[in-house]
């Protein structure tokens, strides 16, 4: 079912500051921004309820919120191939070929999954109630709205590779000198915190779930892995450490 579109509701700051922990730590000029560009969604794209679940104002401002942080120092248009954003009560049951829980692997079975972009002006399929659970709860490094929307970024060059549209040669051989060890590391088997172990699935992974602990735990990743965070800095245009 299909949600008709409407901009932020009239109480869209009540529902921000109970659902998402990030709001309070968040200046002037950020929440200026993630309002724009969130109305901006809220009206632009198409919201769906899926397998029966009905939306309602409190789930889709969070989500267009959520949606808006990774692009307060980008721009709307960025997000050009996200057609609609598709919501599920919960996990949803995907079936395809997927990488399996061993680098390297692979499985062609029924895969639960929390949230999937697809590309070419696809959709986003979100989980609910994962993602009322990591708004409130941002320290444990998680959260599917920055996962699903940092694919999205990725496939702007028609490319899912875990490279986003950077300006020059310069920059892309950059972040590849800077990406390329630590994922080579996680393949082998190595924990690099606060990146999870899912990071080691392949590149486009590991750029989703790199701009996850990029915008939940900036501070952590800053402390372990600086030159990553540099490399997310400057793409994203933003310092998250400073709403921690």
Request: with cysteine; hydrophobic share 40%; aromatic share 10%.
């Amino acid at each position: 079912m299909f949600h008709r579109r409407h901009g932020l509701p009239d109480d869209w700051t009540d529902i921000v500051g109970e659902h998402l922990a990030i709001w309070p730590h968040l200046d002037d000029e950020s929440r200026e921004s993630v309002a724009a560009n969130a109305d901006w969604l809220l009206r632009h794209k198409d919201w769906e309820a899926g397998r029966g679940f009905a939306l309602d104002p409190e789930i889709t401002t969070t989500i267009a919120v959520l949606a808006a942080v990774p692009i307060i120092g980008l721009t709307v248009d960025h997000y050009r191939e996200v057609a609609s954003i598709i919501v599920y009560a919960s996990t949803i049951v995907s079936r395809g070929v997927y990488a399996g829980p061993a680098p390297g692997t692979v499985t062609d079975g029924p895969v639960p999954v929390l949230g999937q972009a697809h590309d070419q002006r696809g959709p986003v399929l979100l989980a609910w109630d994962e993602i009322d659970a990591s708004a409130r709860h941002p320290e444990h490094g998680e959260n599917v709205v920055y996962h699903e929307f940092a694919h999205k970024l990725d496939m702007l060059d028609e490319l899912i590779d875990g490279t986003p549209p950077l300006p020059s040669r310069t920059a892309r051989a950059h972040w590849r000198e800077v990406c390329t060890p630590v994922y080579e590391a996680m393949r082998r088997g190595h924990e690099r915190p606060p990146l999870r172990d899912y990071a080691a699935t392949n590149p486009a992974e590991f750029f989703a779930v790199a701009s996850e602990s990029f915008f939940c735990v900036p501070d952590a990743l800053a402390h372990h892995e600086r030159p990553l965070f540099d490399a997310l800095e400057g793409f994203y245009a933003v310092d998250p450490r400073r709403w921690q």
